[in-house]
């Protein structure tokens, strides 16, 4: 998007954070650990096989649903599927199973494709992407819209990742269901779901996800992953663990799973970046605590004031979906959005997400975004801010807090303080150094801060 900068702003800034005092921080980290999973794809063949339960494909095709979600390892995952398919005489080939993203057009979901790795060169299949679709019956009145390709071969299988989804609490959230339903159901199906609005999402859409599995689905390959964004469970279901007690207990075990904040109640949260890759709403609402969807009570208190982002992933192309759910953004974000990818996917999410698609504050440059986040925070937060800064909502395992809230992550179980004080490393541009850079500065090593006596 064309972005124009008014040199007011930095003046404004300056006006209303003249008495802020941006606070040292330090890096903190979970005492945990990632899952470790010896050997990937051998889980992958397995779970496969016992999906496919010794039957051969008699050399007929079969698609594989892959998503647009940034699924970890995901080609490793996928050419696994592939090769098990292969072996039992079956011709793979693989369909975007993304609803409207890409920018809802073939080219567009062939390229978020391409950039996990899922090409035709690289496994050997070819990939076939439409955004057309085949009505090909009805849940309750609501038309059940499946991809052609999928409709015409008859037969799919689908490589999902389960987690608690970021519209909504039920017994069947994002996953293999909704990957059928939405994903597969392209454009058409993804707008007619969620025009129903959050119960549609709630209840038409796992049905619809039943319908799916039980007339064309061999199966899914569902993958559960931790809060370092690892691997952690990897799961074969049968259509009949689809949108069903089978897919529902694993969104326990991810719901449980999920990354979270090392404390309940910040003033500022300070984030590297947003994407369609991080998140279907580019910030993950169960991490941020900040919902914005009709119908949906916010959390009270609420657990951040203000949210700044500073960057949107290249791999989201554009589509800032979610850009609503944070308060400050730098100039530097404005001029990634495509506004044409960005509100196809804000419609076809339907009116009760509206409000996720709208612009944030733009201010010139992430310090003054920050600042200007830490004034309006409020009279505490301009002495003694409590800040966290993160990556992004995927990788929370370590992070950066300010010095208010050393005494309480020292007293959080499962977390703890490392690395020696710093200030936020702007440069003389008024960029901010990802946090990953930190990471690896000389003094994330040092002595972690000393606390006062209690």
Not at 172 to 196: C, F, V, Y
Not at 299 to 325: E, F, K, W, Y
Not at 337 to 365: C, H, K
Request: glycine fraction near 10%.
């Amino acid at each position: 998007m064309r972005w124009l900068s008014d040199p007011r702003l930095s003046e404004v800034v300056r006006q209303v954070s003249a008495h802020v005092r941006l606070p040292r921080m330090s890096l903190v980290c979970r005492s945990d650990t990632p899952a470790r999973i010896a050997d990937l794809p051998g889980l992958v063949r397995s779970e496969t096989s016992k999906i496919l339960g010794g039957r051969r494909g008699g050399g007929a095709e079969i698609a594989v649903g892959v998503g647009s979600r940034g699924i970890a390892h995901l080609r490793q995952i996928v050419t696994a599927v592939v090769s098990v398919l292969r072996e039992a005489d079956y011709r793979p080939y693989i369909v975007p199973a993304m609803g409207s993203h890409g920018g809802g057009t073939a080219a567009g979901q062939r390229e978020v494709l391409a950039s996990y790795g899922i090409t035709e060169a690289g496994l050997g299949v070819p990939i076939r992407a439409t955004m057309d679709t085949v009505v090909v019956g009805q849940v309750d009145g609501t038309p059940v819209h499946l991809d052609r390709y999928v409709a015409t071969t008859g037969r799919a299988l689908l490589v999902t990742r389960i987690k608690p989804h970021t519209d909504f609490r039920g017994d069947i959230e994002s996953g293999a269901a909704k990957t059928a339903a939405i994903g597969l159901g392209k454009q058409a199906g993804a707008q007619t779901l969620h025009g129903q609005g959050i119960e549609g999402l709630r209840t038409t859409m796992p049905a619809v996800g039943r319908f799916i599995a039980d007339r064309y689905l061999l199966g899914a390959v569902a993958v559960v992953e931790d809060q370092f964004d690892q691997t952690m469970t990897v799961r074969g279901l049968r259509p009949s663990d689809i949108g069903r007690t089978g897919e529902s207990a694993l969104l326990e075990t991810a719901r449980a799973a999920l990354p979270r904040l090392p404390v309940p109640a910040l003033d500022v949260l300070v984030i590297d970046r947003m994407g369609k890759d991080i998140s279907g709403t580019g910030l993950d609402p169960n991490v941020i605590g900040r919902w914005l969807v009709t119908d949906l009570a916010e959390p009270q208190p609420a657990p951040v004031r203000a949210i700044v982002v500073l960057d949107l992933t290249d791999a989201s192309h554009g589509n800032a979906m979610g850009m609503g759910l944070a308060d400050f953004v730098p100039e530097r974000v404005a001029t990634k959005i495509d506004l044409a990818a960005t509100y196809l996917n804000v419609f076809t999410s339907g009116w009760a997400g509206l409000r996720r698609g709208r612009l944030p504050v733009v201010l010139p440059t992430d310090r003054e975004a920050v600042l200007a986040a830490t004034a309006v925070a409020g009279p505490a937060a301009a002495a003694a801010a409590r800040i966290v800064w993160i990556e992004d909502t995927l990788h929370t395992a370590t992070c950066a807090v300010s010095e208010a809230l050393w005494p309480v992550v020292a007293a959080t179980p499962g977390w703890r303080l490392t690395g020696a004080p710093f200030v936020l490393p702007f440069d003389s541009s008024g960029r901010l150094a990802p946090l990953a850079e930190q990471r690896r500065e000389p003094g994330a090593t040092a002595t972690p801060p000393t606390l006062p006596d209690r």
